[in-house]
C-alpha cells in the first residue's frame, strides 16, 4: 500500500501529524485539507497535543516544529502544501489518499 509506505521511517510526530491531524479533516471527494473547514497551525498543534497526566508533561508542537513535519510529510509524497499564507489560507492536497 503506497500510502503507509510512505509513513516508513518518518518520525512519530509527523506520523501524527498525518493520522491524527490532517486525514481526518479531509475533504474526500478531492483529497485536499484545509479548503473546507479552514484549518490553522494553531489547531493543528491542539490536534497533535499530548495532555499531561500525572508524572508526565503535556506537550504541545510549535508552529515551527509543525513546519517541519509538514515538510518531511511532503518529501514522503503525503503531502503536497497548496497554502496561501498571506491570505491567511493553510491548504495541504493528500496525493496517495484513496478518494471518492
Known amino acids: 500500500m ?3 509506505a ?18 481526518p479533516r479531509m475533504d474526500f471527494r478531492s483529497g485536499v485539507v484545509g ?3 479552514r484549518i490553522s497551525w494553531q489547531a493543528l498543534s491542539e490536534w497533535c497535543c499530548v ?3 500525572q508524572g508526565q508533561a503535556g506537550e504541545r508542537l510549535s508552529q515551527w516544529q509543525l513546519r517541519r513535519l509538514a515538510d518531511q510529510l ?19 492536497l493528500c496525493p496517495l489518499a484513496d478518494t471518492d
Open 35 to 37: 479548503a473546507r473547514p
Open 2 to 4: 503506497p500510502e503507509l
Open 51 to 53: 495532555e499531561s497526566r
Open 6 to 23: 510512505a509513513l516508513a521511517g518518518l518520525p512519530f510526530a509527523a506520523v501524527a501529524l498525518d493520522v491524527l491531524a490532517l486525514r
Open 74 to 92: 511532503q518529501r514522503a509524497g503525503r503531502v503536497e502544501r497548496r497554502s496561501d499564507e498571506r491570505a491567511g489560507l493553510l491548504v495541504f
